[in-house]
């Protein structure tokens, strides 16, 4: 995904997610008069903040046999916001997915942090790659999905199969001796369900749904 960006509009913000660059959230110029409607063009009248950069690569994913994720015996954070990307296996094995976490955005007024975000991929075999959504879930802190087919190679990241009940059929099973004795009921059942199932059939009178002497 070098050297490419996603876009994503939502009502006011539009978001670029620039991949080993940064992920930017931007007001977009009115479309038309040779601006285009997608991707979004950034109005420069309007203030944009940046909500992550990339920086080294802090770990590969680590992926714990519980089905959770781990750090890999990494050491402890130092140094400048947004100099390191962390890179986590995380889900469930059946719904697992890729994480990175971007700090070193545009300092929050509220917080007087950074913004940060993390940006989640999973495998979605149909689609090319786009960004699912992305919203707030702390203040200055994003969550964006980021769905991609490039994930889908690893059988650790498909989605889960669809299991569906299989259905039963259970049969009488017959000595070979008393087949035909077998067939003759069943044509004496299947005789009294055509005349309501109350009727004296074949010579033998039927009492409470009961064949005597059958």
């Known amino acids: 995904m070098s050297g490419s960006c996603l876009y994503f509009i939502s009502g006011w913000w539009s978001y670029s997610f620039c991949y080993n660059t940064h992920v930017k959230q931007f007001h977009q110029l009115p479309p038309g008069q040779g601006t285009p409607i997608f991707p979004p063009v950034e109005d420069p009248a309007t203030p944009s903040y940046l909500l992550g950069k990339f920086g080294e690569v802090r770990n590969k994913f680590a992926i714990d046999g519980t089905g959770g994720d781990k750090e890999a015996g990494l050491p402890p954070e130092h140094g400048e916001e947004g100099k390191t990307t962390e890179i986590q296996a995380k889900g469930t094995p059946s719904s697992r997915y890729l994480s990175q976490k971007l700090s070193g955005g545009t300092t929050c007024d509220l917080t007087g942090s950074p913004r940060r975000v993390e940006i989640q991929f999973h495998c979605h075999p149909q689609s090319a790659d786009r960004i699912g959504w992305i919203k707030e879930i702390s ?4 969550l964006m999905v980021v769905y ?14 669809e299991e569906r009940a299989e259905g039963i059929t259970c049969r009488e099973v017959v000595p070979e001796g008393k087949i035909a004795e077998w067939e003759a009921r069943k044509a004496r059942e299947a005789e009294r369900k055509l005349v309501g199932g109350n009727e004296n059939v074949g010579g033998r009178p039927v009492v409470g749904g009961i064949e005597v002497g059958g």
């Open 139 to 142: 203040t200055c802190s994003y």
């Open 148 to 161: 991609t087919p490039r994930l889908c190679n690893d059988v650790a990241f498909l989605p889960p199969r």
